[in-house]
């Protein structure tokens, strides 16, 4: 049955930051941003920014299986979290997505996020986007996007198979990217030879 993606989590605003997220060494918080987000959804938590927080906001810390979906930009994807330091926040790019505590029984936060990156809620993203300069998703346009939760034990066997889908990916990247590198040092190797013949 499909509903309404806001029936099953909480949403809530990243970190007000007013300006650029200054780099402290006596910083008190870890700053997830866009740019720690890799090509496969990862977030790169050894690049991830340390600050002082201003303001007398008290930060809302990430916790494991939170969703952080990228709100601001054409690119409108979901990240799950894991295993992250406790101190860390994310910046006012994102929304951070919570499967309400009635739901922690029967909706997995892998699997809805998952649903998210998939080809029916990007293309609603892609055709709900607001702004012309700089185009974003607003909170209730989230709130309202299609959703389908089958049963838990669907949940579990459609995350088992993206993570087999993704494992595969990044081994044949790898063994493209190693080929790549052997063809560039026989071109390197032959162009020597070439050389010192002259």
Known sequence: MTTTLGKYVSI?????????IEPSREGDALVVQIRNID???????NE???????????????????????????????TLVKNLPENTICSPHFFRLRVKPQHNADALAEFI?????QEP???????????????????????ETPFTLPDFETQIKIVNLHRCAMKEIKTYNQLIKNRQLEMTAIASELLNRLTKNA
């Open 12 to 20: 809530g605003s990243g970190y007000p930051f007013r300006g650029r």
């Open 39 to 45: 090509a496969d959804g990862e977030i790169l938590a």
């Open 48 to 78: 991830l920014t340390l600050t002082k927080l201003p303001g007398k906001k008290s930060p809302d810390w990430l916790l494991a299986n939170d969703i952080l979906f990228i709100a601001k930009g054409t690119k409108n994807t979901a």
């Open 113 to 117: 996020c998952w649903q998210l990156n």
């Open 121 to 143: 809620a990007q293309r609603y993203f892609k055709v709900s986007a607001e702004g012309s300069l700089q185009v974003s998703i607003r909170k209730k346009v989230l709130e």
